[in-house]
């Protein structure tokens, strides 16, 4: 079974573009979270969907935005990049979403470094 | 104060040494507990995952969770150089009804050959 796939690997923009980073889940998984990685803060959560609602939103700006498609697929937007938005951006996928049996399976992050 | 505490590290063992990772929380809702290994450029892989006090065991992996201390830990046994990465603890709270995870900040690892 494929794992979680994160597009594209690597991106490098300038301050106060715009960017959009994709997510294919696990074949059959329905919740996906998107995480965001940096050496000081660690890993911290931004949203997830299931069933193309948002579920949850963690502690970030309105320029942090995400979607999710009927094919589970899910899409995170980053609008007026600032330096401070480099990180690596995680995704995540389980098959439920809120029981004891639902833990997430990452991708391997795109990594995105604002100039 | 974080939610979540982990010593950073870094750790560093030689070969065939018993590891011991830690992680505190603060949140006595956390009830269900996972942790993850990340090597360098890739995602973090789940190790284990438990829903309840007590002992785990998987492996040369131990998970162990105290509730009444707020405290887990992820032991190694028999440690290889293979285990050199970082291991991030990571829990949910129960009441919250979707898959919001809080994670420590992960401990660096390195087994010396």
């Known amino acids: 079974k494929a794992g979680v796939t994160q597009t594209p690997r690597y991106l490098i923009k300038t301050r106060g573009q715009q960017v959009t980073l994709s997510c294919s889940p696990i074949s059959g998984h329905r919740s996906v979270s998107w995480y965001q990685q940096t050496p000081g803060q660690g890993l911290q959560f931004l949203f997830e969907y299931f069933s193309e609602t948002q579920r949850n939103k963690g502690n970030f700006p309105g320029r942090f935005s995400g979607r999710q498609f009927s094919n589970s697929r899910s899409e995170m937007n980053v609008s007026t990049l600032e330096l401070g938005d480099s990180a690596l951006y995680l995704c995540?996928?389980?098959?439920?979403?809120?029981?004891?049996?639902?833990?997430?399976?990452f991708g391997n992050g795109t990594r995105l470094t604002v100039t | 104060q974080k939610e979540v505490e982990q010593d950073p590290g870094p750790l560093s063992v030689p070969e065939g040494a018993i590891v011991s990772l830690n992680c505190t929380y603060s949140?006595?809702?956390?009830?269900?507990f996972m942790w993850y290994r990340q090597y360098s450029r890739k995602g973090p892989e789940l190790l284990m995952y438990?829903?309840?006090?007590g002992n785990k065991e998987d492996g040369r992996f131990t998970a162990q969770v105290d509730k009444s201390s707020k405290y887990i830990s992820l032991f190694i046994r028999d440690s290889q150089p293979s285990d050199s990465a970082t291991y991030l603890c990571a829990m949910r709270n129960v009441r919250n009804t979707g898959n919001q995870f809080y994670f420590g900040t992960g401990t660096s690892l390195t087994v010396i050959p």
């Open positions: 949140n006595s809702a956390f009830q269900y």
């Open positions: 995540a996928s389980s098959p439920l979403i809120g029981t004891a049996n639902s833990p997430l399976h």
């Open positions: 438990t829903y309840s006090s």
